[in-house]
């Protein structure tokens, strides 16, 4: 079993709606949970990052922690066209020098106008 | 925000020649820089952590006399693909760490260079 599970899609959406990204974790230790989006042939954006359990908010996305089924979201909201890319789930032990991220698989979404 | 640039976006060599890429962190001093390599439809394989002034610490598995890292200052960090050859040509992406909310984390991405050895 991998640390981290992602659905790699592809995800297909109409210009409008509401996306829902998950990842699921076997890791209990893991605290920092991130978002990333990549456009093809680019690096990683960092789109949200949150510490242990809760919601995060900011604009059109949201980001959920539920540690107690260790899996974690990423709502986006009135998704448009230029949300098309792969959205990556990275997380990490809060352990002191330990920044060694482990990385979903990436989903593919596409946003079609 | 911060900025990471990468350079070059991409590369062609012949095979048994080596090539540099370079990492740096254009408006913030990155203490520890990351070189991951991404194969198509594949997630980020972490290659290497590289810090300031320190030796790299490699992951299992990847061939440390192959890809030569070095990180002589606090805004550049470079990785060097010695005597490539074709199974090398990958994606390859630096990133630095970065304080947020008191933690360090990996914030910011190079662009990635796209390497093609043939």
């Known amino acids: 079993q991998k640390e981290v599970e992602q659905d790699p899609g592809p995800l297909s959406v109409p210009e409008g709606a509401i996306v829902s990204l998950n990842c699921t974790y076997s890791n209990s230790a893991f605290q920092y949970f991130m978002w990333y989006r990549q456009y093809s042939r680019k690096g990683p954006e960092l789109l949200m990052y949150t510490y242990s359990s809760g919601n995060k908010e900011d604009g059109r996305f949201t980001a959920q922690v539920d540690k107690s089924s260790k899996y974690i979201s990423l709502f986006i909201r009135d998704s448009q066209p230029s949300d098309s890319a792969t959205y990556l789930c990275a997380m990490r032990p809060n352990a002191g020098n330990n920044r060694k991220l482990i990385w979903g698989l990436g989903t593919s979404l596409a946003v079609n106008p | 925000g911060a900025v990471v640039s990468q350079h070059p976006s991409w590369v062609i060599c012949k095979s048994g020649t080596s090539v540099k890429i370079e990492c740096r962190s254009l408006?913030?001093?990155?203490?520890?820089m990351f070189w991951y390599r991404q194969f198509p439809k594949q997630s980020l394989m972490l290659m290497a952590t590289s810090n300031e002034g320190s030796k790299a610490t490699y992951e299992q598995g990847v061939e440390k006399d192959k890809f030569l890292i070095n990180h002589a200052s606090l805004t550049l960090s470079t990785l060097t693909v010695t005597s490539a050859h074709p199974e090398d040509s990958s994606f390859y992406i630096c990133s630095a760490s970065v304080f947020i909310a008191g933690k360090n984390t990996e914030a910011f991405f190079g662009q990635g260079t796209r390497l093609t050895v043939v």
């Open positions: 408006d913030f001093q990155a203490t520890t």
